[in-house]
């Protein structure tokens, strides 16, 4: 089991920023999430970035915001997420699912396509992680809602799953249960918090400062010696988003709330090293 947290928590800061937070708190790594500093300046950037605060990008998720230059469609930004993964050393990339009426439809074999494309850019040590959705506040119900039926999509495409515990704590769902039905294609967990307020769901709540019992679901991974990632994800105003200090104190809690109920764990052998790329100049294709 590795330890990161997402660098979307801080999107408002430069990557640097994070990847500092990630070495002198201990963690094992990050998500990286697709910043605008890539997407401007390239890979050589990014790589550089990472090399010189000794942290490693464990997975790679795709944009939190629309940025310009980000391709919309999962065609091409599949296996540009592969691509990035494996250049980056990265062991998945996140890939979000999308409202299927039918996964027969022509818009869910695009999407298996672009999982495909995904998979053969990342190469055969980067996997693909599916995001279950949250559906809480939308009035139309998808077969993908349907957390049993994602993971029989994974498992039909080759793929893991990631694990949104306050996705699933939004949709009413105990994710302790939904943890047994995603057990075996999991790769990846968003921890995150829920607090319900006025009927409605305020989610990506540092862990352990909501209702969910992630504290249980930890032990449950524990005991049970799952080797995947538990990363962090939580709400930019949430994680100490005025500065160094602040932000050390909320991630600090936050993962020292993860390590409290992991107690135990296997010794880890993702080390916050970055495997340098054959070719630090060249960018990914789409």
């Not at 997402?6 to 408002?12: C, I, K, L, N, R």
């Not at 009426?101 to 995904?118: N, T, V």
């Not at 998808?142 to 990631?162: E, I, K, M, N, S």
């Not at 993962?255 to 960018?283: K, Y």
Request: charged letters at 25%; proline letters at 7%.
């Amino acid at each position: 089991m590795r330890i990161s947290f997402s660098t979307a928590t801080y999107v408002q800061f430069p990557l640097g920023f994070s990847l500092r937070l990630a070495r002198d708190l201990g963690f094992d790594g990050v998500e990286w999430d697709v910043s605008p500093g890539y997407l401007l300046r390239g890979l050589a950037e990014v790589q550089a970035t990472f090399a010189a605060a000794g942290v490693r990008p464990l997975s790679i998720h795709p944009p939190l915001l629309p940025w310009l230059g980000w391709p919309r469609r999962y065609v091409r930004s599949a296996p540009r997420l592969g691509a990035l993964a494996r250049r980056l050393g990265a062991e998945l990339f996140v890939l979000h699912l999308p409202e299927l009426a039918s996964l027969d439809s022509p818009r869910a074999r695009a999407y298996i396509d672009a999982i495909e494309r995904g998979q053969l850019a990342g190469g055969s040590r980067v996997a693909v992680a599916i995001e279950n959705l949250q559906f809480d506040r939308r009035g139309r119900r998808y077969p993908v809602d349907d957390l049993a039926t994602v993971a029989r999509f994974c498992q039909d495409h080759g793929c893991g799953l990631t694990f949104d515990t306050c996705h699933a704590g939004a949709n009413g769902e105990d994710v302790l249960a939904d943890y047994a039905i995603v057990k075996p294609v999991l790769r990846n967990i968003h921890l995150s918090d829920v607090v319900w307020s006025g009927g409605l769901a305020h989610t990506h709540r540092l862990p352990g400062e909501g209702e969910l019992p992630l504290a249980e679901l930890l032990r449950t991974l524990t005991r049970d010696g799952y080797d995947g990632l538990v990363t962090i994800e939580m709400r930019p105003d949430q994680a100490g988003p005025t500065g160094r200090g602040h932000a050390e104190r909320r991630l600090s809690q936050a993962l020292e709330f993860v390590r409290r109920h992991t107690a135990g764990r296997a010794a880890d052998t993702g080390a916050n090293t970055v495997e340098e790329p054959a070719d630090p100049s060249s960018r990914p294709s789409e």
